[in-house]
Every structure is written in structure tokens, then in C-alpha cells.
């Protein structure tokens, strides 16, 4: 297992659930940051020193549906080769 510690954006727009979840994860070792709404998340994923390997959504957005999140950011760049990736809907 790795020592690494892994970021996590969290994108939830009901305030109590984003702190639970961001609760829940801090507790299991992640490094956690939020985001209310998608379009806010793209501007967080957009800061070169933005660091996250895995951004937790659900499927309907508002100001931005998942359908249009640029996945690509954690797919492709220097800054992320050799990392694993993966999509999910539930």
C-alpha cells in the first residue's frame, strides 16, 4: 500500500452532504477539496498547482453536467502519466 496521500475534489452542491463525504474521506486519509457546482470544479481543475487524482460527482450538475466535464484533464499531460484511470456512473 502507498504512503502517497491522494486528492480527492469533491463536487456536491448540498452543503451538508459535501461535509459529511469530505468528512468521511478525511477520516480514511485523503486530502480533500470542494466544489460546489461543476463549473466551479473546472476552475479548481484549471489552477496549475491543482493536484487531485480523482473527482467525486454526482451524475446531474447544476451550472454544469458531468457529461461536459473535461475527464481529459486527469487522462492526458505530463502531470499524469503512468497514473491509472477510471470513470464511473452510478
Request: net charge positive; proline share 3%.
Amino acid at each position: 500500500m502507498t504512503t502517497e496521500t491522494r486528492h480527492i475534489l469533491v463536487v456536491e452542491d448540498n452543503i451538508i452532504n459535501q461535509k459529511v463525504l469530505t468528512r468521511q474521506l478525511q477520516s480514511r486519509g485523503f486530502r480533500v477539496t470542494t466544489a460546489s457546482d461543476g463549473q466551479e470544479a473546472l476552475n479548481i481543475m484549471q489552477v496549475p498547482s491543482f493536484d487531485g487524482d480523482l473527482v467525486l460527482m454526482d451524475i446531474v450538475r447544476p451550472a454544469r453536467s458531468h457529461f461536459f466535464f473535461p475527464i481529459s484533464r486527469f487522462t492526458s499531460g505530463d502531470a499524469y502519466q503512468g497514473r491509472k484511470n477510471s470513470v464511473s456512473r452510478t
